[in-house]
C-alpha cells in the first residue's frame, strides 16, 4: 500500500475520454466535501492485469472498468460477487487492504434502481419485460429483472443466436423472438427496454414498430445521447411512462463511490445537471 495523502478512483477504459464518471464522482465528492480524486484512464487490454495490480501500490481504492474490460476484469479479480458471476462481467473493482481486487458488477443495480426513482409505482413483477438485444448491456439487464421477479423477458436479438445463448444460460423465463417479430412482444409487455445501440447519435435508427406499446408500460432506453430517444418519445405519446438512460449510469456509480470513500451518495437533480453539464 501507500501512503498517497487522499483515496483515488478511477475508470479504465479504451477509447475513455468522453466518459462521464468523472464528473460523476467528483460531484458527490464535493457534495460531501471529501478528499480524493477521481480519473479518467486510457488503458489497452494487454496491460489491465499489470495496471489492476499497480494501481493499489499508487494511492488507489478503486475503479471502474468499461468497455472493452468488464470480462477480462472479472478473471483478473481476486473475489467475485454473485451478480458478477452471473452477469460474467465487472464494472466495479474495489482493492482490498492486501492489494487483492474485489469486482462487482452494478449495471443491474443502477437499471433497477433508475426505473425504482422514475417511474414510480414500477414493479419487476407487473408483467413480462421486453428486451431489444442481447450484447453485454443485455445480460446485465436480464439478470436483474429476473432477480427483481419478472415472470417472463422476451428476448430479441438481431443475431438470434446471441439472444439463444442467452436463454440457455438464463433458463426458461427467457423466451426468444424473432428480430422482425420483435414489435410482437410489446403487447405483452409491462416493462420494455432497449439495450442496443439503435436510436443513439451517429447510430442507426431504432425501426422496430411501436404501435403494439401498451399504454401502462414502463419504456426505458439504454442510450442516453440523446437523452430523449425517439422510442421514448413515441412511447411518451402513446402515454406510457418514460425513463432515460442516464439515471442507470448515474445509479451504477453508488455502490463503488460509497465502497471507496464512505459515504453512500444520493442521485439527484443537481447530479444529473453536473454530468450533463
Ligand atoms: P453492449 O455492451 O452495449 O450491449 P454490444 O455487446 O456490442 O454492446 O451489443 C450491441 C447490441 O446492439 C447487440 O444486441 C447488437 O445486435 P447484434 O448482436 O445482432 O450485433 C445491437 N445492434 C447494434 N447495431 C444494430 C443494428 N444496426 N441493428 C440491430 N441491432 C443492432
Known amino acids: ?27 458527490w465528492l464535493k457534495t460531501y466535501d471529501l478528499v480524493g480524486d477521481y480519473v479518467a484512464l ?6 489491465l492485469e499489470t495496471v489492476l495490480k499497480t494501481l493499489p501500490k499508487m494511492g488507489f481504492v478503486g475503479v471502474n472498468v468499461t468497455i472493452p474490460h468488464k470480462v477480462h476484469a472479472l478473471h483478473i479479480a481476486d473475489q467475485v460477487t454473485d451478480r458478477a458471476t452471473l452477469i460474467g462481467a465487472a464494472n466495479t473493482l474495489t482493492f482490498l487492504p492486501d492489494g487483492k481486487i474485489y469486482a462487482d ?14 417511474a414510480s ?10 428486451v431489444f438485444g442481447a450484447g453485454g448491456a443485455a445480460r446485465a439487464i436480464i439478470v436483474a429483472l429476473l432477480d427483481a421477479g419478472a415472470p417472463e423477458i422476451l428476448l430479441s436479438n438481431r443475431t438470434r443466436a446471441k439472444a439463444e445463448t442467452l436463454r440457455q444460460e438464463f433458463g426458461s423465463r427467457v423466451r426468444v ?27 442507426a435508427e431504432f425501426r422496430v414498430p411501436l404501435d403494439g406499446l401498451r399504454p401502462d408500460a414502463v419504456v426505458t432506453d439504454l442510450v442516453y445521447t ?6 421514448l418519445d413515441t412511447a ?8 432515460d438512460g ?17 459515504v453512500r451518495p444520493e442521485v439527484n437533480d443537481a447530479l444529473r445537471k453536473a454530468v450533463l453539464a
Open 105 to 118: 458488477n452494478t449495471d443491474g443495480y443502477g437499471f433497477i434502481e433508475n426505473l425504482r426513482q422514475n
Open 236 to 243: 411518451s405519446e402513446m402515454g406510457c411512462t418514460t425513463v
Open 226 to 231: 440523446p437523452l430523449r430517444t425517439p422510442l
Open 177 to 203: 423472438v424473432e428480430w422482425v417479430q420483435a414489435g410482437n412482444m410489446l403487447e405483452e409487455a409491462a416493462t420494455v427496454v432497449n439495450t442496443t445501440s439503435l436510436g443513439m447519435k451517429g447510430a
Open 42 to 47: 486510457p488503458v489497452e487490454g494487454d496491460n
Open 246 to 262: 442516464l439515471g442507470m449510469l448515474l445509479h451504477q456509480g453508488v455502490p463503488g463511490f460509497e465502497r471507496w470513500f464512505g
Open 1 to 27: 500500500m501507500t501512503d498517497h495523502p487522499y483515496p483515488l478512483a478511477g475508470v479504465l477504459g479504451n477509447p475513455i475520454a468522453h466518459s462521464r464518471s468523472p464528473k460523476l464522482h467528483r460531484h
Open 121 to 130: 409505482g414500477w414493479r419487476a413483477n407487473a408483467g413480462p419485460a421486453a
